[in-house]
């Protein structure tokens, strides 16, 4: 039988055994966000049973920490992660808390609970940092199949963002704060229309947090002229990006305003009608972007008709290869104008040539978008900069595709696939309260640069034989280094005590 707290004991030196060095640093940060959040304290209310011998709290703690260090799946988890990180001591369990099983049925038990945890999370981080949730921001992107997910009702075909036609997908609808946390989200069918999501959305916000002034931020395809009727009949602030269109209707009354500098590369001017505010922006580094970006699509086009030319004969697969051509330049195919070869076998007389007229056209809005408001009052400086907070949602949709893995979806039953992403948005709660935490004393630092730095901090089994042929064991996790410390000191935190050393009868009893 084991007994802890030794303090002095004759070992023999030479039967030192150092085994399963694992890593803690980045494990141990990831469990102590979650308890700071009290997180534990909301999920043991809720998931854990006086039936189960293994709490499911701690389950789902292993599957998010798991999300915000390295992705993977839950067999994964259960064969190998588990193993090579230091997760049992922190979580205090035996291998039982990552066997396949149980990971699964966790995840069957988390998904009721979102709507509740957004609320519990939005307080917390109000008490934590004094955030204001007067400005919002709301955007939508897709996340794809890996399989065919024909008994999933909301995997569907449709517009994708991660440019995978070929693949299912659902859509998620994200509402984040100026400052990156998110407060809700929705799983929606892969071929719902943007447009249709914004009203019921804006509802459950209001539903959950209460009727407030806010402003919504929002992309320029997700409102509709109905919605933002809606929404200025009922009080609600916008900021939205507009198509340009509405720019040729408004552009003579554009024409006498002043431009106002806002950098060195953005120049704003602004007009008041109707009750609403229009701003006209003019940036010199997007401008350069949507040149150069046409300017590689034109020339691949250019070579490749060069190419069409040269070495096709037959008029079908001519016909193919051109339309394979067209679809890759985009908008840049209207600036060549084609003389196609006559109908027939063969391809005769096919020429084409660049149209100078066409191009001065395309590029005169380079650089130029349009913005729309009904914050009377405000100047355009402001609004600009208050739009371009619209960053920090893709930043976030960025950063739970590339840095949590929430694609490709490997899951195929509808309850799986949202407790997947739950579970990815449960990690990017952690990464943003770690995010916001480095903010306040070392901005140049990211939550995942600090987690890659702790993950170097391991943790060992350190094991003596004793003169009396006992087995004394320690779990100690390596002494950190300098910058290791430097971490801790910006995010105001310790390291745990290391572990007191157990003493066994034998081996076996180990």
Not at 272 to 280: A, H, I, K, N
């Amino acid at each position: 039988q084991a007994c802890c707290d030794v303090d002095t004991i004759p070992i023999k030196l030479s039967k030192m055994k150092l085994s399963s060095p694992r890593t803690f640093g980045d494990c141990w940060l990831g469990c102590e966000i979650w308890d700071q959040l009290g997180l534990a304290k909301f999920w043991s209310e809720r998931i854990d049973t006086a039936r189960s011998s293994l709490k499911y709290s701690k389950v789902l703690k292993l599957l998010t920490v798991n999300r915000l260090i390295k992705p993977c799946s839950e067999f994964y988890i259960h064969h190998h992660w588990f193993d090579q990180t230091a997760m049992a001591a922190l979580l205090d369990c035996d291998y039982e808390v990552a066997s396949k099983d149980r990971l699964y049925r966790c995840l069957d038990r988390i998904v009721p609970y979102k709507d509740e945890l957004c609320k519990y999370l939005a307080d917390q981080w109000q008490m934590m940092f004094n955030l204001e949730y007067d400005v919002l921001l709301y955007d939508i992107t897709s996340t794809y199949f890996e399989g065919l997910c024909k008994q999933n009702p909301k995997a569907r075909f449709g517009h994708s963002k991660d440019r995978r036609t070929d693949c299912r997908q659902v859509l998620v609808a994200l509402v984040v704060t100026p400052e990156g946390f998110p407060i809700n989200y929705e799983v929606l069918a892969g071929n719902t229309a943007e447009k249709t999501t914004l009203t019921g959305l804006i509802d459950k916000i209001e539903n959950m947090y209460g009727k407030a002034r806010r402003v919504w931020l929002m992309d320029r395809g997700i409102p509709t002229e109905q919605s933002l009727a809606v929404m200025r009949e009922t009080g609600i602030d916008y900021l939205v990006g507009t198509p340009r269109k509405l720019l040729d209707e408004l552009q003579n009354k554009l024409i006498d305003k002043d431009w106002q500098q806002v950098n060195g590369s953005v120049r704003v001017k602004h007009l008041e009608t109707d009750g609403e505010c229009f701003v006209l922006a003019c940036s010199k580094s997007r401008m350069a972007k949507e040149r150069a970006m046409r300017k590689r699509k034109l020339c691949k086009y250019l070579d490749g008709l060069a190419k069409l030319k040269k070495n096709y004969r037959d008029r079908d697969r001519f016909m193919q290869r051109l339309g394979v051509l067209q679809s890759e330049a985009g908008g840049c195919r209207y600036c060549i104008d084609l003389k196609l070869p006559a109908q027939g076998n063969r391809v005769i007389n096919f020429d084409f040539s660049f149209n100078h007229k066409k191009y001065q056209q395309m590029i005169y809005r380079d650089g130029i978008y349009f913005l729309r408001t009904n914050q009377i009052g405000k100047e355009a400086v402001e609004l600009w900069q208050q739009y371009m907070l619209q960053c920090n949602v893709e930043k976030a949709f960025k950063d739970m595709k590339s840095d949590l893995g929430i694609r490709p979806v490997y899951h195929h039953k509808e309850e799986r696939v949202d407790a997947h992403i739950f579970v990815a948005f449960l990690s990017y709660c952690l990464q943003a309260t770690l995010r916001h935490k480095l903010r306040q004393s070392a901005s140049g630092l990211t939550a995942q640069a600090v987690l890659e730095t702790l993950c170097r901090i391991q943790m060992l089994d350190v094991t003596f034989e004793t003169q009396d042929n006992r087995v004394l064991l320690m779990q100690r996790y390596t002494e950190p280094e300098l910058e290791h410390k430097l971490v801790l000191s910006h995010l105001q935190m310790e390291l745990p005590l290391q572990k007191p050393p157990k003493i066994y009868n034998n081996k076996a009893g180990k």
